[in-house]
């Protein structure tokens, strides 16, 4: 254990002699890190309530925009329950659509962060 420290101890001077200085890994993790976020957008995953979209916010959108729709011009009762039923399911098609393509969008941007914060510890900055 003492030879390895000793190894340690001369090899920092004989590093500066060269020209060499030696840079602490952390100092350039962060470095890669504040890059490749400003490079790419991600600054995390965020959780999925936080996402737009959703099929029980598109179904609630839905149903309430073709209530609401039906009350002015529908005049059967019938009719307008099934337009609400209709709205609340294609609303609930499109918020689930909706939160798909957030999640896409979220993958990409992490996908393109490790691909830079790599790129940057490689050395090919």
């Given at each position: 254990m003492k030879r390895y420290r000793y190894l340690g101890i001369a090899l920092v001077p004989a590093l500066m002699l060269t020209g060499i200085q030696p840079?602490?890994?952390?100092?350039?993790y962060r470095y890669c890190q504040q890059r490749a976020s400003e490079f790419s957008g991600?600054?995390?995953r965020v959780p999925d309530r936080y996402l737009p979209g959703g099929a029980l916010e598109g179904a609630a959108k839905g149903a309430v925009t073709s209530g609401i729709g039906g009350l002015i011009f529908e005049k059967n009762k019938k009719k307008r329950k099934r337009n609400v039923r209709r709205g609340a399911a294609i609303g609930a098609l499109v918020g689930a659509i909706k939160r798909?393509?957030?999640k896409k969008k979220q993958n990409r941007a992490a996908r393109n962060y490790r691909l830079e914060l790599d790129a940057c510890m490689r050395g090919g900055y």
């Open positions: 840079v602490a890994a952390q100092d350039r991600y600054n995390g798909g393509n957030a």
